[in-house]
């Protein structure tokens, strides 16, 4: 008993904070769902999972959800200040650089090499470079605890060739190391610079960005610096 009581406790202490003054991401969004016997309704998809299994508290003729329900719902990070009594949606308001967060890198590798670091003309004082065949994979660790990865990359001519080769290109995936689901994918050719992605990675634990050459010849995959979580 005096479990359960705690647990209904701690559930509509956090809950009742999103009635008081909260702290809101400029760029988040919060999509309302229906609570349907302890499961819930988000774009007309019903969820089954563990986090919708977790049950709904009635306290003073209102219903409250548990925050891992709201999370996986809406796609959207909540993170529970106790101290400051506050929530906040969606983005952190301080970007986390992604080198911060790598665990493990697999044939990336940190150069300061003039041929990789000035490119689009920005110098950058170094980034993760990836020149071998086959897959290129950084993993990180965010934790649950980012709405956002903003990812920077170029594709550029590898040093040793003597001509630019424009249809060059490697393929980008983002993955939910925890399931192996692909989260988003896009592909980068020699020639076209810079290039930003913004991808939703709300309730991810454990992340995989990772490359794979589409060409014969082999152009060199870079990440900038300026890439970070948020």
Known sequence: MKNGKKRIILLVSALLLVGAPAAYAASSSIVKGTVLAYHYVVNNVKSTTAASKTQAITVDGKTYLPIEMVEEGTQTNLTVDSKSKTITFGEKNMNTPLQKLITNYNEYQAT????????????????????????????LKPKAGYQTLHLEVATLQDVAQTESQQGDASAYTIIDADT??????????????IQSYDINIAGIRELKIQSYLLAFDLPTDVILPTSYLK
Not at 113 to 126: C, E, R, V, W
Not at 127 to 137: F, I, P
């Open 112 to 139: 300061k090499n003039p041929a990789y670091t000035n490119i689009d003309g920005k110098s950058f004082a170094s980034v993760l470079a990836a020149e071998e065949h086959g897959y290129r994979t950084l993993h």
């Open 180 to 193: 192996n689901k692909d989260l988003f994918s896009f592909s980068a050719k020699v020639g076209e610079g």
